[in-house]
């Protein structure tokens, strides 16, 4: 029986209908599939977001080394994880492995070094072993750039959101550390992230921020490996060093990280098993010490830094057993 052409057009209006309600149903099974992934990749990616990310930049940071040992660069010991440090003792050591130590300091605090420590920080800076770098400069928009992305990563993946929940004392970290005078429009994107955490606060002096201290320390370690490379723009090859390995090691634990070694840690190790405790010493003769026996100790430097490069690209395990290895043994013998 032939059909009316209403009759048509109804059964077309029915099957039109029908078909957008299976590409309806289609539309939300896939929506639904795609959520579930994204919660997957999410809860696995709570440890492989920081890890990549700090990795990654380690690993740049190590290839802009290597090509910087076949140049005249002065190899430094970039501080960490603020603009002073704490150990005079272990500085005084460092001062036996490196052409000196560089600290990161924001311009409003260029003088806290000579005024918190003067019998060290002036002799220092007049023999020219002590660096002053400034975040205003140093912090461009391309390492703002690379610290929006670590932290947005760390961030997503929720590895922070528990230290928001605890009532914490605030430590300040400076406007220009967080990328301010390299992309200000980054720099507020990751603070406007950080207080829907209650990880940071807005400002109360203009220039520095008031911040969670394990977020603080995050941004100061990730600092410490994107800026790397740019110490060649001012004749340095920088190499990370810190005299807080508890604190970095708090870090590692919060955002279930792989240790990452730097030279200033494996150099550390080495203190701990064969040097002796400079905290006493005048510093006027660590430096005399070193003049004398600068060559030995700059040959230990430089395979003590051939050595970081390599164990950093190894697993955790390969590098546990890298670190009691004849080599290091050879190395202090030789």
């Known amino acids: 029986m032939e059909l009316t052409s209403g009759q048509k057009a109804a059964r077309t209006r029915r099957l039109r209908k029908a078909g957008r309600k299976a590409a309806a149903t289609r539309r939300r099974r896939a929506v639904g599939k795609k959520a579930a992934k994204t919660r997957m990749r999410r809860a696995a990616g709570r440890k492989g977001a920081a890890t990549r990310t700090l990795r990654s930049a380690r690993l740049a940071a190590s290839s802009a080394e290597s090509v910087a040992t076949n140049q005249s660069l002065k190899d430094v010991a970039f501080y960490y994880p603020g603009p002073f440090w704490h150990s005079a003792g272990w500085i005084k050591n460092l001062l036996l492995f490196f052409d000196g130590v560089g600290l990161l300091v924001p311009s409003y605090m260029r003088g806290k070094p000579f005024e918190l420590e003067p019998e060290m920080a002036h002799p220092l800076k007049r023999e020219g072993l002590l660096h002053?770098?400034?975040?205003?400069?140093?912090?461009?928009?391309?390492?703002?750039?690379?610290?929006?992305?670590?932290?947005?990563?760390?961030?997503?993946?929720?590895?922070?959101d528990p230290l928001g929940k605890k009532r914490t004392k605030f430590h300040e970290l400076s406007w220009s550390r967080l990328g301010g005078y390299g992309d200000v429009e980054l720099a507020r994107m990751i603070l406007e992230e950080l207080k829907r955490r209650n990880l940071a606060k807005d400002?109360?002096?203009?220039?520095?921020?008031?911040?969670?201290?394990?977020?603080?320390?995050?941004v100061l370690v990730l600092l410490s490996q994107i800026l790397r490379p740019r110490g060649q723009d001012f004749g340095?090859?920088?190499s990370a060093a810190t005299d807080r390995p508890e604190l970095v090691g708090a870090l590692r634990e919060l955002l279930s990280l792989e240790a990452a070694p730097s030279a200033g840690q494996v150099v550390s190790l080495d203190f701990q098993t064969v040097s002796v405790d400079l905290t006493n010493v005048p510093l006027d003769e660590v430096l005399a010490f070193r003049k004398s026996h600068l060559a030995e100790h700059r040959k230990y430097a430089t395979d003590v830094r051939r050595f970081v490069r390599e164990m950093s690209l190894l697993s955790e395990s390969e590098r546990k057993a890298g670190t009691r290895c004849p080599y290091r043994r050879d190395s202090r013998n030789g």
Do not use: C, F
Not at 146 to 157: C, D, F, N, R
Not at 209 to 216: A, F, L, S, T
């Open 236 to 238: 340095l090859n920088l």
């Open 132 to 160: 002053i770098l400034e975040p205003e400069t140093l912090v461009d928009r391309d390492a703002t750039k690379q610290l929006a992305t670590a932290l947005s990563e760390v961030i997503a993946s929720g590895a922070l």
């Open 203 to 218: 400002s109360e002096d203009g220039v520095s921020i008031p911040m969670h201290p394990m977020v603080r320390a995050l």
